[in-house]
């Protein structure tokens, strides 16, 4: 993968643990479904992790980092993935799709070696739409998005861009699908229901509604009182000038990092 990684780095701060290490020459992620929808039920689904067991030319055995099910897939549907967010011939479009795709948020980022010619190397970031940076090489291999910031590894430039933006859309956060996925066939669960006994709020004793004492499963008392309770408890503890002020700063802060002015040096065109 050229010239990526020193031999330590002193700022482990990306899937740089030693367990991940361990496992990073065999994971792959499927970047489309297979087999397709329109020819029966996807075994492997866009986005899923792997595990590489074998490759044998046009069919490589991978096991599902989700299932443990083992079974084959075409090489031409997965990607090899370094270090967790190095990606082995993934094109512009492809990147976008994976970066879109739920369980990725403002920052996410891949890096992706060019399908044509090994050791191109280009960041894509998710912001307000995906954006991309060239990286491009100096002629003692140090690598660089801006000429101001030189880097001598990818791991290095990794690092720092999540540490700062430094002229790109915004800080790097995490990995694209770093995150745990839920199974596939995993429904939302739904929160329990309570079965109250049917009443008429005619027959209902206003008595009962500032009890205090009752200790009974009545839900109109239990529940009004408690109600009460906290409203005058909100209501008590908030000074409205102070209410007003708490939302006019929350409502000053922005969810988004932008590039500084006068980073015209940095090349966003594709590879």
Request: aromatic fraction near 8%.
């Amino acid at each position: 993968m050229g010239n990526i990684m020193r031999g330590e780095s002193a700022n482990d701060k990306i899937n740089t643990d030693s367990s991940l290490k361990a496992l990073e020459d065999d994971m792959v992620l499927v970047l489309k479904d297979y087999p397709s929808p329109d020819i029966s039920e996807p075994i492997y689904r866009m986005g899923e992790k792997l595990r590489l067991i074998a490759q044998e030319a046009y069919w490589w055995r991978v096991r599902s980092v989700q299932t443990q099910k083992e079974n084959y897939i075409p090489n031409s549907h997965v990607a090899k993935v370094y270090h967790g967010w190095l990606f082995e011939g993934v094109e512009r479009q492809k990147a976008e799709e994976l970066l879109n795709l739920p369980g990725n948020r403002v920052g996410s980022f891949l890096v992706r070696e060019s399908a044509r010619e090994r050791g191109l190397y280009s960041l894509s970031v998710k912001h307000r739409s995906v954006k991309h940076y060239r990286i491009l090489r100096l002629d003692n291999s140090w690598y660089y998005i801006s000429p101001r910031l030189t880097f001598q590894c990818l791991e290095d430039m990794i690092n720092h861009y999540c540490d700062s933006a430094d002229g790109i859309c915004c800080v790097l956060t995490s990995p694209c699908l770093s995150g745990t996925t839920p199974p596939l066939d995993a429904a939302p669960v739904a929160p329990p229901v309570v079965m109250r006994r049917n009443f008429d709020w005619k027959k209902i004793d206003s008595k009962q509604l500032v009890n205090t004492e009752s200790c009974n499963d009545n839900v109109v008392s239990y529940g009004v009182r408690n109600s009460i309770a906290a409203y005058l408890s909100l209501s008590g503890n908030q000074d409205p000038a102070n209410m007003r002020a708490a939302n006019r700063k929350k409502k000053s802060k922005s969810v988004y990092g932008f590039p500084e002015s006068g980073n015209g040096n940095i090349d966003y065109e594709d590879i």
